[in-house]
């Protein structure tokens, strides 16, 4: 079911390529169309899924990448209608198209583990996601940042040039989507605490709610992550890390982000593995 | 009716030449009326801009028209004729279709790919459209000529880039900064180019500026004169640490801005980039300066580098804009072609009628034993006979591909339905109508 959100959103990434290339206004508006085709029927998978099964929609692996996937397009698709700036979206269109490869091959939903039948599980995920998919966002603002700027400090004003949004508004954007994204990590991160040590207390006898500690491989890089991003709003705040150097921290970021989580959730089995 | 454009251009006269045509400096909207008034002409729009002054008429008869437009010229100006006639250029029907549309894409234009034509295409049209000199031939051809503007501005790169050295500067800015609006400029060197920067910077909708000058008299004189203010020379570290923008222009021969002196005002929390333009010759900027992190130096060689670029950009681009003047050329003139069979379909559809009409009436004392409703239905089936019998004939002659089959198949239907010439009202071509019935269709039929 999740194949053809994919098809859609393929769709559209191959327009907005087009649109990058050819930069012709009409071109621009189908692939927008698209997308937020894509992204309703996503919606409706989505929603379809969650029915089935009763249970969240980020239960397993496949299913949370889809909802990550959905947040991401949303958030870009918010960015694109508030600014007007379509160049962005033959960046974030691929990081869809790859990611919703998984659910789209992976079986269909399955019933969960009723240990994450709580709503603390619902914040837990849903702010986490949202976080990741602002700090993919950040990524792809801060690596046009650096092309942009390269190509203004080489004197060299060709491809990009043309095509991206001016350095400013990449760099309150890029800022914009990491504080939204440290905010709601910190929040997820908070919940899954509290949620954590109330569900160790209510369980004590469960051996995986036992085994969590920062030594756990996910726990670990979540940690890393955090830190990474409160790095980047401290220093933006109180050290002038702006323009070039808090766009390659974002991209940096969200490249550990990418690199670390799905090795770890497909290869690692952790005390967290649910 | 023939499209006949006549006038002169860049391209064919000097500029005493075209300075003494110019409709600019007098009354546009006069002059179109004068030429409407003229015999011969039954449309006309007067395009005038610096680099052309064009006379676009419709007309039955273009020897005359010529003539015409050359006595209009000589005597709205006050010129012998053979001051000017050597200059004059002319196109007819689709050659001046397409001289428009390239001109209003800005192919035709000095620097190619520039914006303003489109404009003055348009104003041009506004003004005799205003005084009905426009009918339906120009209407319809103007209104092309702006959608080709828009498409080639739209699916093009062909106006894209900076083509002067200051646009090339306050496109960076634009690049560097987004708005320009509350940002703060530093004018070094009070000489006659920092000034005419400042003014370009200041129409741009920059926030502060500050001159700063060796002479005070000659930074407060600019100041007025850019709507800024001006600070001594000893205060210049200050002024450059709240700067985004910088452009030095002095004629020292030392640098004034050195990289250690712009190094300890970038190491600030929260400061934004700085753009500074060198344009002085030798340079005021330490060049290393450029290596300065959120520091953009461009002295005026790497400006004209980016002016180059752009011009081969551009010039790279016109094919594509061509191909896009020569679509909607023949879409154009597709629409004239259409308009050319009018007459005959027209002159069929009465003959058609009239033979429909005659023959009810031959029936007439027949048909009067029938009541009203049934006659009514009689007169209705056969009218509808009539129309479908034409559709047919008429889509097929209006989309003939070319002029001279045209003139065959016309030419044909005429013989093989016996139409004279004049047996339908609507037979008189549209432009030498009296004034009023021509407007009735202004806009496309």
């Known amino acids: 079911m999740n194949g053809l959100p994919l098809l859609f959103y393929a769709a559209a990434a191959l327009v907005y390529a087009i649109h990058f290339a050819r930069r012709e206004p009409r071109v621009g508006r189908a692939a927008t169309t698209l997308l937020l085709g894509a992204v309703l029927v996503h919606t409706f998978v989505i929603g379809m899924q969650t029915m089935e099964v009763w249970n969240a929609p980020f239960a397993s692996l496949p299913r949370a990448i889809s909802t990550f996937v959905w947040l991401l397009a949303l958030s870009y698709l918010y960015t694109e209608l508030t600014t007007d700036e379509r160049a962005m979206g033959v960046f974030i269109l691929p990081i869809l198209v790859a990611l919703q490869i998984v659910p789209a091959v992976s079986a269909g939903a399955e019933p969960a583990d009723p240990l994450l039948d709580s709503p603390w599980f619902w914040v837990h995920m849903l702010s986490l996601l949202f976080a990741y998919a602002s700090f993919a966002l950040a990524g792809v603002l801060g690596l046009t940042y650096v092309l942009q700027f390269k190509e203004i400090k080489k004197k060299h004003l060709g491809f990009f040039f043309s095509r991206l949004p001016s350095l400013q508004v990449l760099d309150v954007m890029n800022s914009r989507a990491v504080t939204v994204g440290w905010s709601f990590l910190t929040l997820g991160v908070i919940v899954g605490i509290v949620w954590a040590s109330q569900a160790q207390a209510a369980a004590p006898d469960d051996p995986r709610l036992q085994a969590f500690s920062v030594g756990d491989p996910k726990i670990l890089v979540t940690v890393l992550t955090w830190a990474i991003y409160s790095f980047a709003v401290v220093a933006r705040r109180s050290m002038g890390w702006n323009g070039r150097r808090a766009a390659w921290l974002s991209a940096l970021g969200f490249a550990i982000v990418l690199l670390s989580f799905l090795p770890i959730n497909f290869f690692v089995r952790t005390s967290h593995t649910f | ?445």
């Open chain 2, 1 to 445: 009716m023939h499209l006949f454009l006549l006038g002169v251009s860049h391209r064919t006269a000097p500029v005493d030449v075209r300075e003494r045509l110019d409709f600019t400096s007098r009354d546009v909207g006069a002059a179109a009326e004068a030429l409407c008034a003229r015999a011969s002409t039954a449309e006309s729009v007067v395009l005038s801009t610096c680099n052309r002054s064009e006379l676009y008429v419709v007309s039955e008869d273009v020897a005359r028209a010529r003539q015409d437009l050359i006595a209009f010229l000589s005597e709205y100006h006050g010129l012998p004729t053979d001051a000017f006639v050597s200059h004059l250029f002319e196109r007819e029907d689709s050659q001046a279709v397409h001289h428009l549309f390239r001109v209003a894409a800005g192919l035709d234009s000095l620097v190619v790919g520039e914006p303003q034509v489109l404009g003055q295409v348009k104003e041009a049209f506004a003004v005799a459209s205003e005084r009905r000199c426009s009918g339906p031939v120009l209407n319809r051809l103007f209104h092309s000529s702006f959608a080709v503007g828009k498409r080639v501005r739209s699916e093009t790169a062909l106006g894209e880039g900076a083509v002067s050295v200051s646009f090339a500067a306050v496109q960076l800015a634009r690049k560097i900064f987004g708005k320009l609006e509350g940002r703060r400029v530093l004018v070094i060197g009070a000489g006659e180019m920092g000034k005419l920067t400042a003014q370009h910077l200041r129409s741009q909708g920059v926030g502060e500026i500050v001159i700063v000058g060796r002479t005070q008299s000659r930074a407060d004189e600019i100041a007025r004169v850019v709507d800024g203010t001006s600070a001594p020379w000893s205060e210049l570290m200050t002024v450059l640490a709240r700067a985004d923008i910088v452009i030095t222009a002095t004629g020292s021969s030392i640098p004034i801005l050195t990289h250690a002196g712009i190094n300890s005002v970038m190491h600030r929390p929260r400061r934004d980039p700085l753009f500074i333009v060198d344009i002085a010759v030798p340079r005021d900027v330490e060049p290393s300066a450029g290596d300065i992190e959120q520091v953009f130096l461009y002295n005026v060689d790497d400006l004209r580098t980016v002016v180059q670029e752009n011009l081969s950009r551009r010039s790279a681009e016109v094919q594509r804009a061509e191909d896009i003047v020569a679509e909607e050329v023949s879409r154009f003139t597709a629409w004239r072609r259409s308009r050319g069979a009018v007459p005959t379909v027209v002159a069929l559809r009465e003959r058609f009628d009239a033979i429909r009409r005659s023959e009810l009436k031959r029936l007439d004392t027949r048909l009067v034993g029938l009541d009203p409703d049934a006659r009514a239905r009689v007169d209705e089936v056969t009218r509808l006979i009539v129309e479908k019998l034409l559709v047919e004939p008429t889509e097929q002659l209006k989309a003939l591909p070319d002029e001279e089959t045209q003139v065959a198949y016309t030419e044909a239907v005429r013989r093989l339905f016996g139409l004279r010439d004049g047996t339908a009202g609507d037979d008189i071509p549209v432009g030498l109508r009296p004034r009023g019935s021509a407007r009735a269709n202004d806009e496309d039929p």
